[in-house]
C-alpha cells in the first residue's frame, strides 16, 4: 500500500505536481460543501486535464483501494461532492477540463467537457442564436459534469426539461478505469441498452463524466413576464390550466413564492427591491417565451391575469414594462437561498408531488411544522408546473449554531415533510438530488425493493465501492 | 418440470380458461413477426388482464424455467416481439390491459396501461385539447407498451423527442415477478437512480412493462406543409439550419424522400397520388405546428422557401393549400413501408449519423450498395433533422423470395451500411430497435466494453435469461 506522500507522488506524475493538492496544502475549499454542514479530508486533491488522465487516476486508485470524490463547482445543496471524514480519499476537480469541444447551430448540439461552468455554455449556444436552456441559481460557478451527475432542476423544466432530457450524450470514467464513449449527438439511438442514463443522477456514484453532449434550442426572441399575487395556492393552478389552454407552448416558467419567502428576501438581501404591497399569501412570476422575433405576448398574458382578475382567482398582477423591470422581477426569484440562508439555520426540502396534490401538500406541511416545531418560519417557494415546492424551515440561528444542534428538531420536521410528501405520491428529492443529507431519508420512503435494485447496480459497476463511497445510499445493512 | 398441457393448466388458473391459446390452437399470428421473417412456437400464448397476473406468470415461468416473450402490437421491424423456434416459450399479450388509467390537462400527463394502441392514446389527449406526440406508421395497431420497449422514433422525433423522452413513469414486472411502481407522473425527480430508464429501448429483456404515465403538450391548433424538390440532400440541411434560425421551435417535421422512394409508392400503393413531377433527387416535407389557434406559419414557410428558390438552393416548392391537400401529402409519407414491402424483398436500414455527416452517408451508401449488388433497387426515406435515414435495399422477389435466398445478398449490403454508418459517426438503430434481426449487427459495431456492460446489466436483471432471451445480445461467446 502506497503512503499519503507516495500517492501524492504517484498522481503528480499523472497529472504534474502543480495540479496535486496534498493534505496540509490549500484543501480546505474542496472538503467542505457549499451550506457549510460536512467536512471531509482527503490525501490529495488532484485538478484534471484531459479524459486519459482521469481514467489514469482512477486506475491508480482501484489498485490501491483510494475513494475517489468527483466535485463540480461544490455548489451542491446535499454534500454529494464532499469526501468523507473517514478512510482515504482524493477529491477529483475537473475545472482545468472546460473546453468547448464543438457547437452545432445546425444538429442544435453542443459538446462540452465536464468542468465546463454552465454559465459559459449558456453563452456559447448565444453565440451561435441558440438556447442552452438549463438554469439555475449557481450558474456561474456550477459545472455541467455536476448538473449532469445531480440531474439538475432549475426554472426552465417546465418548458425544456430537466438536465436528463437535455443530454444527448456522454463520456464516461468506469470504475475500473476504462471509458465508456456514448458521446455521439445523435437525436435518435435504439442500439441496445442506452448505457449513459445510469450516470445521469447517480451522483458520481457509478462512474466520473468526463464530456457530454447537450441539446440546443431555438433562443426565446420575445418575452413577457408578470407577477401575480394570489388568494390562495389552489389559484396558481387554476391558472396554470388556463395558460396550458391558450397560450400552449409559449408557458416559460411558472415561479412561486409565499409571502414569507420574499419577506425574508426583503429583510435579509440588499439592492432586491420588493416594487409591491406584501398581502396575500403566494405570489406568481409567469413568464412566457417565443422564439419568433417580434411576437406579442403581452396581449394572450393580459387576457389570462385579465380575467383571471375580474373573476376574483388572482388578487393582482404587474405586467414588466421592460427588460429592466423583468430583470428586478426575476432578482426576486434568484435570491430566495441567499436570503434564506442568512436568514437563520435553514432545514430546507425539494419535494415534488403530483400537480392535483400541491395545494394540500403546502397547507398539510406547513401547519403539521408549525404544530410541531413553534419556533420555525416555515417558508416556501417552487416550480408550481413541475409539482416541485421548496419548504424551509428556517431556525434561529441563537438557538441552533450548527448542524449538530439542528439535528434533533430538523430530524422532526424532515419526517413531516416526508410524511406528506409519501401521503401525497411524491418523492422527497426533485432537484437536489440525494447526497449525504438525504439518504437516510430515500432509505425510508422508498419501497425496498427499488432501493436494492439501486445497490444491486452500483455493486455491479463499482464492486469495490470506490466512487463517491456513501453518497445516495446508506450502507448496507449487514 | 410441468409438462405443456400441466403448465397451460396452471396458466389457464391464473387468467382464466379463455386467455391461453395452448399450442395447436389459434396461435399463428403471434408466433410471426410483422415481415414475416421469424417464426417461433410457445407452449401457449396468454392474454393477461392485470398487472397481478403478469407478475403471477412470470412467477410461475421463473419457478418453471419458462421463457417469456412479451408481446405488443406485433408491428416492430426486428422480430423482438417472436418467441424462439428452440426450447419452451411463452407469449404474453397485453391487449386486455387497456385501460386509460387517468388523463390530467392540468399537468399534462396520461397514464395508460401497456396494451392501448398508440392511436387511442392520441384520441385520449385530444378529448381534453391535449397532444401525444408519438406517430408512427404503425400507430391504429401497434401498443404503447411495445413502443417504449423499442424506444419508438416516428415523425415527430425532431419536435418532441423519441419515446424515452415521453415517458414520465412506468410500472414494471420484473424477471422475479416483483412490482417495480416507478409511476408517479412527475416532470422532476432526483430521488436515486432512475431504474424506468432501465426498461425503456431494452425490449423486454429486463422487466415487462405494464403501465406507464406518459407526457402530455399543448395541441397544434395551426400547422402549414410544404413539399419541397431539392437538388441535392446537402439542399436539405441548409435549409433546416435556416428553418432554425427563423422559425425556430414551430418547425414540427422535416421528412425526406428520395426519388426512387416516391416511384416505388406510385407504382405499388393504389390510391396515393404524386401531384408533383418526378425530377430531383430527393423531396422533402417541411410542416410547422403551432398552439396558437390563427397563428399564420404560412407566410414565415413561404418566406423562407421563396428565398431558397430565388437562391437556387431548392428546385421547387409546393405549400399545401388546405388540409386535404396536406393529408395527401401525408399520405405518400405514410405510405413508404407498404409501398417498399410489395416492391420486393427489402433489406432495411435504421442508421443516425450526425447531421453534418448525412448527405455524405446517402452518397457512400448508394454508391457502395449498388456497386456490390447492381441488381438491388436504393431508395431511401427518412427524418433529416434527427439524423435518421433508412436506407433500404428492394431486391427482386424472383431471385429472392424468402430470408434465406436473401440471407448472402442482405449480409453484404449490411456490411456496406454498417461500415458506412460506423465511419460517419452513427448507430445502426436510430428507431426500430435490434431484436433478433440486427443484433450480430450490433456486436460488430459495439465497443467490446460497451457490450459487456449491457451482457452484465442482462444478468443482474435476468439471471436465468428467461426474458425475451437471444434478443438484443447474441447468446456470449464461450
Redesign the interface.
Same mark, same amino acid.
Given at each position: 500500500m502506497l503512503t499519503d506522500t507516495a500517492l501524492a507522488g504517484s498522481l503528480a506524475g499523472i497529472v504534474g505536481q502543480a495540479h496535486v493538492i496534498a493534505a496540509g496544502g490549500d484543501q480546505e475549499p474542496y472538503l467542505v460543501d457549499w451550506r457549510g454542514r460536512y467536512h471531509g479530508r482527503a490525501v490529495a486533491v488532484v485538478k484534471l486535464g484531459s479524459t486519459a488522465e482521469v481514467a489514469a487516476v482512477v486506475r491508480l486508485c482501484a489498485a490501491e483501494g483510494i475513494a475517489l470524490v468527483p466535485q463540480g463547482g461544490n455548489t451542491g445543496m446535499c454534500g454529494a461532492a464532499t469526501p468523507p471524514a473517514e478512510g482515504r480519499s482524493i477529491v477529483l476537480r475537473l475545472d482545468r477540463m472546460n473546453r468547448i469541444r464543438a457547437v452545432? #447551430?445546425?444538429?442544435?448540439s453542443i459538446t462540452v467537457e465536464a468542468g465546463c461552468i454552465l454559465q459559459r455554455i449558456q453563452e456559447a449556444a448565444a453565440e451561435v442564436?441558440r438556447l442552452f436552456p438549463l438554469s439555475l441559481g449557481a450558474e456561474g460557478s456550477c459545472q455541467i459534469g455536476g448538473n449532469i451527475a445531480?440531474?439538475? *432542476?432549475g426554472t426552465a423544466?417546465?418548458r425544456y !426539461? #430537466?438536465t436528463?432530457?437535455l443530454v444527448l450524450g456522454l463520456e464516461v470514467v468506469?470504475p475500473d478505469g @476504462?471509458v465508456?464513449?456514448?458521446l455521439? *449527438?445523435?437525436?435518435?439511438?435504439?442500439? &441496445?441498452? +442506452?448505457?449513459k442514463?445510469?450516470f445521469? !443522477?447517480?451522483e458520481g456514484t457509478?462512474g466520473i463524466i468526463t464530456a457530454a453532449s447537450l441539446k440546443l434550442?431555438?433562443?426565446p426572441?420575445a418575452s413577457a413576464l408578470a407577477l401575480v399575487a394570489l388568494p390562495e395556492m389552489e389559484a396558481a393552478?387554476r391558472l396554470?390550466?388556463r395558460l396550458?389552454?391558450t397560450? !400552449? +407552448?409559449?408557458l416559460g416558467s411558472l415561479e412561486a413564492m409565499s409571502r414569507g419567502q420574499i419577506e425574508v428576501i426583503a429583510e435579509h438581501v440588499p439592492d432586491v427591491a420588493i416594487p409591491f404591497a406584501l398581502d396575500c399569501p403566494w405570489y406568481l412570476l409567469v413568464e412566457l417565451t417565443d422564439?419568433?422575433a417580434g411576437t406579442d405576448l403581452r396581449t #394572450?398574458l393580459e387576457a389570462v391575469l385579465g380575467a383571471a382578475l375580474e373573476e376574483g382567482l388572482i388578487a393582482d398582477a404587474i405586467l414588466a414594462g421592460s427588460e429592466a423591470q423583468a430583470a428586478a422581477l426575476w432578482r426576486i426569484r434568484h435570491s430566495v437561498s441567499e436570503g434564506s440562508k442568512r436568514a437563520g439555520y435553514v432545514v430546507s426540502h +425539494?419535494s415534488?408531488? #403530483?400537480?392535483?396534490r400541491q395545494a394540500v401538500f403546502v397547507r398539510n406541511t406547513e401547519r403539521r411544522i408549525l404544530a410541531a416545531v413553534p419556533q420555525a418560519r416555515v417558508v416556501m417557494h417552487g416550480?408550481i !408546473? +413541475? &409539482?416541485?415546492i421548496h419548504v424551509l424551515a428556517i431556525l434561529d440561528r441563537d438557538r441552533t449554531p450548527d448542524a449538530a444542534a439542528a439535528a434533533p428538531v430538523a430530524q422532526r420536521i424532515n419526517e413531516i415533510v416526508d410524511d406528506e410528501t409519501a401521503a401525497q &405520491? *411524491?418523492?422527497?428529492?426533485?432537484?437536489? *438530488?440525494?447526497g449525504l443529507s438525504?439518504r437516510d431519508r430515500?432509505a425510508r420512503v @422508498?419501497?425496498p &425493493?427499488?432501493?436494492d435494485?439501486?445497490r444491486?447496480?452500483k455493486a455491479?459497476l463499482d464492486p469495490q465501492g470506490l466512487l463517491n463511497p456513501g453518497k445516495?445510499?446508506l450502507p448496507a445493512p449487514r
Open positions: 452545432s #447551430p445546425l444538429a442544435n442564436d445531480t440531474n439538475a *432542476g423544466v417546465l !426539461g #430537466p436528463r432530457e468506469l @476504462t465508456l464513449d456514448r455521439q *449527438g445523435l437525436r435518435k439511438n435504439a442500439s &441496445g441498452y +442506452d448505457l442514463q445510469l445521469i !443522477g447517480s457509478l434550442f431555438a433562443r426572441k393552478l396554470l390550466e396550458r389552454g397560450v !400552449g +407552448d409559449r422564439t419568433l #394572450p +425539494d415534488a408531488v #403530483p400537480l392535483e416550480h !408546473g +413541475d &409539482g416541485n &405520491g *411524491g418523492v422527497i428529492s426533485a432537484e437536489h *438530488g440525494i438525504n430515500l @422508498t419501497a &425493493g427499488d432501493l435494485l439501486m444491486r447496480i455491479l445516495i445510499l
